[in-house]
């Protein structure tokens, strides 16, 4: 093999991670919980690739570069989840936005969290930006980190110039939304609907910058429990409002996230934390969505047939990657305490 060949084949080696969490993030976005059928999920991944691929390459380049590790990387999902939904495509704040889907009577039930003045459901806020936290971005970043090996697990993968490239296609590509009749549907948020919206992503990106997070913290001297407690107690936040709607819905949310959130960063500074607890807590929210699939309709109408094939493809896909994420751990030695 010549010398070009062997850069040629070290460079899309480099570059494998990358074009993974390209296809594997609007996957789970939009179709891990059933959206699509089989037919439409190969249109629905290359079109949204640049938006959801390219949002989070980007957000784990800029979290792996500055040392914020993955509190960094959930703040800075957390706001791009709030600026596709408030600032994109608006469906934040358009109240008949799932008019035309088969999503229409959850909407109608929404409206009854609608926040006074600002004019967006609470509860729609809850489904859209958490979903982009953990199905757009810590769910696939959690899955390509544990496939690559421990030694490039917690570097950047692109230099300045391919960041820049993923950063253009993430700009076009919500631009795309934005313009497109079927992506903003002819929608404009108010001037304060979108100062609101717009403060709060920036405070988000501020926060998720700041140096606090580069410091490392000396483990603590009890042991973190097995990574099958990680993945159930956030199974259960994600099953925890299923049983309750309106602002009793909102509340039960807001509470387990708290008390979640605080229990997996006591555990993650313990000893023996490691990609596995990672991988545990970013998977159980696709293995949520894949059981779900069986459970909600389709975007638009189809046949029973055809709504099953794609429900029974996402249960293989999700756990063939989930399982294969394991087992790669399995199989390769993993350091403790990743950030």
């Given at each position: 093999m010549t010398e070009t060949a062997v850069t040629r084949l070290s460079r899309w080696r480099r570059l494998t991670p990358v074009m993974a969490l390209l296809v594997l993030a609007p996957w789970a976005a939009e179709c891990s919980w059933g959206g699509f059928t089989l037919q439409n999920v190969l249109p629905v991944v290359l079109i949204l690739?640049?938006?959801?691929?390219?949002?989070?390459?980007v957000i784990r380049e800029i979290a792996r570069r500055t040392g914020g590790g993955w509190p960094a990387i959930i703040l800075l999902a957390a706001a791009f989840g709030l600026f596709q939904a408030a600032l994109v495509d608006q469906s934040l704040f358009n109240p008949r936005y799932l008019d035309d889907t088969e999503f229409a009577d959850w909407a109608g039930a929404a409206n009854a969290t609608r926040v006074p003045v600002l004019g967006f459901s609470a509860e729609q806020a809850f489904d859209?930006?958490?979903n982009h936290v953990a199905l757009s971005i810590c769910a696939p970043i959690a899955l390509v980190e544990s496939?690559?090996?421990?030694q490039r697990r917690h570097r950047p993968w692109l230099g300045a110039s391919g960041l820049a490239a993923v950063a253009v296609m993430y700009v076009l590509g919500s631009l795309l939304i934005f313009f497109d009749d079927s992506g903003?549907?002819?929608f404009t948020a108010s001037p304060l609907q979108l100062l609101f919206a717009g403060s709060v992503v920036l405070t988000l990106v501020g926060a998720a910058i700041l140096p606090?997070?580069?410091?490392?913290?000396?483990p603590a001297t009890a042991n973190a429990p097995r990574p099958l407690w990680i993945g159930m107690v956030v199974l259960v936040a994600h099953l925890a409002s299923w049983l309750v709607t309106g602002w009793p819905a909102v509340a039960v949310r807001a509470a387990v996230v708290a008390v979640v959130a605080t229990v997996i960063v006591i555990w993650s500074r313990r000893a023996g934390w490691g990609q596995r607890h990672v991988l545990a807590a970013g998977s159980a929210g696709l293995l949520v969505a894949a059981?779900?699939?069986y459970l909600v309709p389709n975007y638009a109408p189809a046949s029973p047939t055809a709504a099953l094939v794609g429900d029974v493809a996402v249960s293989v896909i999700t756990l063939t990657l989930v399982g294969g994420a394991f087992w790669r751990l399995s199989r390769t030695p993993t350091p403790v305490r990743p950030t």
């Open positions: 690739a640049p938006l959801y691929g390219g949002a989070a390459v859209y930006i958490g496939f690559v090996g421990a903003r549907k002819s606090r997070f580069r410091h490392r913290r000396t059981a779900q699939a």
